[in-house]
């Protein structure tokens, strides 16, 4: 039995290097061999559960298109299809829910961030709260915290277009107007991953738009560790200045859900945008990306066009935006065939 199978996928920082290795040299495997694999049954008669308190274009359809090439099924869930307890409701408890999938399904996959909690750090705690229970290996499919099926695509994608050795590369993961308020997940998973992984990283917001103390700790020791840098900036022409990856991304500050504790949900958001329709030069554009080492460009979607990145940046040929978002099928295939597939 390989050493993935029955493990959960909470952040990538909870797996070691070699097993992310393993999962990106088979994520390459699928992608070469989509059709034709030889682990290609592993989920025959299989069912994964996909359940979404959000929604998704890239998260659902890739799951469902990777359990169906594995031979399975993935299946749709989402909170008013079940009767859960929760604050301020009667219903079934997490343990119960756990176990009862467990029963049916060899894995569950979970989205839940933004608008769906009430505080930061809720949605790691309801994963992190199945997989005690569920004797099956829990993924997330992007949560308040981390996203790792996204970071593992992007990885995929970079090592796709500048080569598998990107130790010394630069990699700028910067904050960008816009109006989707996005949760921390995909850029925490990315600078994680990243300096996890040997690349130069910086991380370039402008003040207010502080991310995760624990998760910066983590970047620092993840780069000491890997003889890589990570560094954090709040200049613009610091940030882009040879970089190779340009990664633009929205994401909400630190007070967002105090601002729906006040205010609900809809003031939140239209407090944030207030805030972030502040900076203007937070846009990846032509003037910028001139600035770099001739970077690629990077987005984990659904992109905000015109606020995070331009048109002329997005479609340029420096861009893998739809390379990563076809990555999310082969990474996707990867975790499923090594953590729950047929051994
Ligand atoms: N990147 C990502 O998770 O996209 P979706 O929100 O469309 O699933």
Known sequence: MNS????DLITTQDWSVEELEK???????????????????????RTFFMFFYNPSVRT???????AT???????????????????KTA????????????????????????????????????????AQYATIPIVSMAHDRFHPCQGLADVMGYRMHAGKNLKGKKLVQVWAKGA??????????????NSRLGMDVTLAHPKGYELDPEVIKWCEENAQRSDS??????????????????????WMTSNFYDYVAKDNVDGAKSKEIQLAS????????????????????????PVDRNAEVTDEVCDGPRSIVYDVAENRLHVQKAIMALTMGKQ
């Open 180 to 193: 989707l308020v996005r949760s921390w997940s995909s850029v925490q998973e990315s600078i994680l991953l």
């Open 91 to 130: 219903g079934e408890t997490v343990q119960d829910a756990a176990e009862v999938m467990s029963r049916y399904a060899v894995g569950i996959g979970i989205r839940i961030l933004e608008t769906a909690l009430e505080t930061y750090g809720q949605g790691d705690e309801l994963l992190r709260e199945y």
């Open 69 to 87: 090439e594995l031979g399975g099924h993935a299946q749709f869930l989402e909170p008013k299809s079940m009767r859960l307890k929760s604050a």
């Open 23 to 45: 999962t990106l040299d088979l994520s390459f495997e699928f992608k070469a061999n989509r059709y034709d694999h030889p682990l290609n049954n592993c989920l025959d008669r």
């Open 60 to 66: 659902r359809q890739s799951f469902e298109a990777a």
């Open 278 to 301: 502040k900076y203007d030069d937070w846009i990846c554009n032509k003037e910028w990306m001139s600035m770099t080492n001739n970077a690629l460009f990077t987005h984990c979607g």
């Open 229 to 250: 840098t990570f560094e954090i900036v709040h200049d613009l022409e610091e940030a882009y200045k040879d970089a190779d990856i340009v990664y633009s991304r929205n």
């Open 4 to 7: 993935l199978y029955g493990k």
